[in-house]
């Protein structure tokens, strides 16, 4: 077996193939395009004559089995590079084909069409053995969807370019040597890109000598039923696909009465649509899948049919409603039928392995061309038969499109069983098409995969973390393990603020906290325990006593975060036993999150220790403030005290404290203070001389330094009002000398005193 091109070689085959795909392209529109069905026209050709016209651009893939009986004695690339340069060659016989018709003999001029154009379908179909294995050998890796579709966006360029030319060279009403000069122009590209494939490496290839009989393979595909349901599907939408699009040109013809040129023109309007199309598939197929975008295309396609059902007859005779009309159609139907043959394609190779690509690829294009040629063939004949029995052309081409709908409804049901292939759900592809914070992280992330400038790299993983979306997973994975720091906690920092993780983020984020501490460990500590993944937790109880202080402190943050009571304890011994303050810190942010009363206590002692830093003793405050559920009240009031420069500091303390006392008493009054005593109500008078009391006890608290009245004021709270453990710690504090000079802990107890009050009275309200 030929061994896979190493990255600088792929690169280079790959530039090759896309110059061979431009002269290719340009071969196949000035030969066998719609030039050929624009030029039988101009001959007055029957329908039948151009539906046989279209089912032979199908012939090709009945001569497949040839080409590979071929394949056992010569190589893959040089069978395509031989038939690419003779089916050129052999569409000779339609370069004389303009002379005798302007001799006057039309009927051996469409016979030398019909020879040209079946000739060049015959070699072609031998020589395109090679091309599913050469396109797979050269879109492997994960770029694979992308690749393929950029070789789509080339061909759909290149086609829109020749056929304006062809547009343009036409006019009204050519001389027809004319299209002799476009044939022979499209035989010269053909002979030249038959010539430089030759210079692409052969493909990986199965071991010589295995043989499989046609029946064999189809037996094989119709065992498994993925791949069943897909060629179901394939037939259908080849079908649809060819016959829609070939006789949408007759439609221009026969009913609108459009001339070469302007069909022509129209053809170039349907190439933007293949571009259009794919350039969103290169966009979004390696983010979302193969499966939604096909369905997305087929569904289009289906929207671009029905106007043609319900166009009024009058509407025909205007020329700009016909010009509108048919541009908008082409757009839209090619956009839809060829993104479907397309995405069709890159969903076959996601489904086959590999060494069944040359086999299954057989049957793949021979479903294919059953499905365009009888298609194509039966629609022509049915429009002769219609028109023969007296319906008018645009009732014929209605009853047409009816049929072509409803096998398309039929399609879009068949396709909901698709096996997904690790596509996004189609709601979640919607979702992402429609969003602009995932296109956006889309195009940053093909921006990150081109980029080599690792600071670059590092501004994008930044911007990453600025548009959080899911589909940034993968890609974050990736440079995670980048040998560069910066970039590793970049990537994180990115990780960090998605929703939810997947299975393989999960992974990796535990491995590392092993593999990575002092340097990234801690950022994926905190991760795991922001997305709640609690398999990580026994991980995170070992790490806590971590050497590194960043990651043993994250990982006491995160088991709070998962709800590990139980190694609550366990983190109250490491805070008090160590020195650090970042790790005291930490772990008084824990258990904030904790929200214990039981550790009101172990804070208490953090500020009973010999001189605790300034932050330190904001955080435990902050801390025990978050455990008696009033944080968000009592944060601003703390932001406002430590504002206050070292000489005001504690008389400002007092002042805010003697606020809290007195609004809490405002608010008392202005709720129950008007209401007379009632016996039926006892608590009335409990709360009315609580009320009269608090500002006293305040006073006497933060100004006298003796907490003796409010720790009384405290302990005759009703305890179904309060927590009993916090209430007596607090009332405890209070008659504390050691902690009696703290201002933010008497700020603290005075607030959370009035906000009981505030509680006390909305009850009774």
């Not at 090759?16 to 340009?26: G, Q, R, T």
């Not at 959080?468 to 890609?475: D, V």
């Not at 703290?742 to 607030?751: A, E, S, W, Y």
Request: hydrophobic share 50%.
């Amino acid at each position: 077996m030929t061994e896979a091109l190493s990255p600088y070689r792929l690169s280079k085959a790959r530039e090759l193939y896309n110059i061979f795909n431009v002269f290719n392209a340009l071969s196949w529109n000035f030969l066998v395009g719609s030039i050929v069905t624009i030029f039988a026209m101009r001959l007055n050709a029957s329908s039948t004559y151009i539906g046989l016209l279209s089912a032979v651009v199908y012939i090709a893939f009945f001569f497949l089995p040839l080409g590979k009986l071929l394949a056992r004695r010569f190589s893959i690339v040089g069978i395509f590079s031989f038939a690419w340069t003779w089916r050129a060659f052999f569409m000779a016989t339609a370069v004389f084909a303009p002379f005798a018709a302007a001799a006057g003999r039309r009927d051996l001029a469409l016979g030398l069409l019909l020879l040209g154009v079946s000739l060049f379908h015959i070699i072609r179909g031998i020589g395109m053995i090679g091309n599913n294995p050469i396109l797979s050998s050269l879109s492997a890796g994960p770029d694979r969807g992308a690749y393929m579709t950029q070789i789509q966006i080339i061909n759909s360029a290149t086609g829109m370019f020749s056929g304006f030319a062809i547009a343009m060279l036409l006019g009204r009403e050519p001389p027809l040597y004319l299209y002799s000069i476009i044939f022979a122009v499209g035989i010269g590209c053909g002979i030249f890109s038959g010539t430089l494939v030759k210079k692409i490496p052969e493909p990986p290839m199965e071991e010589s000598g295995k043989k499989i009989k046609f029946f064999t393979i189809f037996k094989e595909a119709l065992a498994k039923p993925s791949l069943r349901q897909f060629m179901g599907i394939l037939f259908l939408v080849a079908l649809i696909s060819g016959v829609s699009r070939a006789f949408l040109i007759v439609y221009s013809r026969e009913v609108f009465k459009q001339s070469d040129g302007m069909v022509s023109l129209y053809s170039v309007f349907g190439g933007l649509g293949n571009l259009m199309i794919g350039l969103m598939i290169k966009f979004l197929v390696d983010r979302i899948g193969a499966k939604p975008i096909f369905i997305i295309c087929v569904f289009t396609g289906l929207a671009s049919m029905i106007p043609i059902i319900f166009l009024p007859a009058g509407a025909i005779d205007s020329f700009t409603t016909g010009i509108l009309f048919l541009t908008c159609i082409f757009f839209v139907m090619n956009f839809g039928f060829l993104g479907s043959e397309g995405i069709a394609q890159t969903y076959f190779l996601g489904l086959v392995p590999m060494d069944l690509m040359l086999d299954m690829g057989i049957l793949y294009f021979f479903i294919f061309g059953v499905a365009g040629a009888g298609g194509s063939f039966a629609a022509g004949l049915l429009l002769d038969i219609l028109s023969g029995i007296g319906l008018s052309k645009i009732i014929s081409f209605k009853i047409l499109y009816v049929v072509l709908i409803g096998l398309t409804v039929f399609v879009l049901v068949l396709q909901r069983k698709l096996t997904p292939l690790g596509a996004l759900p189609f709601r979640g592809a919607l979702e992402v098409i429609f969003s602009f914070r995932d296109l956006r992280a889309i195009s940053l992330l093909d921006r990150l995969n081109k980029t080599s400038d690792s600071h670059e790299e590092e501004l994008l993983l930044g911007a990453l973390h600025d548009t959080p979306s899911q589909l940034a997973i993968k890609g974050l994975l990736v440079r995670a393990r980048s040998p560069r720091l910066a970039i590793r906690l970049e990537s994180l920092r990115a990780m960090e603020t998605l929703k939810t993780l997947n299975e393989d983020a999960e992974k990796a984020l535990m491995t590392d906290l092993v593999n990575n501490p002092f340097t990234t460990a801690y950022i994926s500590a905190r991760i795991l325990g922001n997305h709640g993944v609690f398999s990580a937790t026994p991980l995170l109880r070992e790490l806590a006593a971590s050497r590194d202080y960043m990651l043993a402190g994250e990982a006491m943050i995160a088991l709070a975060r998962l709800g590990d009571e139980a190694f609550r304890p366990q983190i109250e011994q490491i805070i008090l036993k160590t020195k650090n303050p970042r790790l005291k810190i930490m772990g008084v942010e824990a258990f904030g999150i904790y929200a214990s009363p039981n550790s009101l206590s172990v804070l208490l002692d953090i500020l009973r220790s010999a001189n605790p830093p300034p932050y330190l003793r904001d955080e435990v405050i902050l801390a025990m403030a978050a455990i008696l559920d009033t944080q968000n009240l009592f944060y601003p009031v703390l932001v406002r005290f430590l504002e206050a420069d070292q000489k005001s500091a504690e008389p400002l303390a007092a002042t805010l404290a003697m606020d809290e006392a007195e609004a809490a008493f405002e608010y008392y009054k202005s709720n129950l203070g008007s209401r007379r005593l009632n016996k039926k109500i006892p608590e009335l008078a409990l709360i009315a001389g609580h009320a009269k009391n608090i500002q006293a006890a305040a006073a006497a608290y933060v100004r006298d330094k003796n907490g003796a009245p409010l720790s009384r004021w405290i302990l005759e709270i009703p305890e179904d009002l309060s927590h009993s453990i916090g209430q007596m710690v607090l009332a405890e504090a209070a008659l504390d000398d050691e902690l009696i000079g703290l201002n933010r802990l008497q700020l603290l107890i005075v607030h959370w005193a009035a906000h009981e009050l505030r509680l006390w009275v909305n009850r009774l309200k």
